[in-house]
């Protein structure tokens, strides 16, 4: 991300898990805050680079790049209002019958 990344609103811990249980512990934390919230997720995963920005992608909400220059452990995505919702089970689908 270019220019400085704002301060989180919340930070998700996902230290250790790979991405199908950190996305798991994403969807969870997040449930319930306002659109707008920038959220920080913290993650040990080499697949996080890839995997957080196309989860963003297949939502809706925005993905603002990793945090400081020299960090690829922390991510920042901002959260949008009409985000596309995920299965809570397996949030890397989408909720409903196309799910």
Do not use: F, K, N
């Not at 798991?24 to 920038?38: F, M, N, S, Y």
Request: one cysteine or more.
């Amino acid at each position: 991300m270019t220019g400085r990344t704002p301060p989180a609103d919340l930070t998700v811990d996902g230290t250790g898990l790979l991405c199908v249980t950190l996305l798991l512990r994403l969807r969870q934390e997040i449930d319930g805050a306002e659109p707008g919230t920038v959220v920080h997720v913290v993650t040990t995963d080499p697949a996080a680079p890839l995997d957080l920005p196309a989860w963003c992608h297949m939502t809706g909400h925005q993905y603002l790049g990793a945090v400081g220059a020299e960090s690829h452990t922390v991510h920042a995505l901002r959260l949008t209002a009409g985000a596309r919702a995920t299965r809570p089970d397996a949030p890397w689908h989408r909720a409903g019958p196309q799910g």
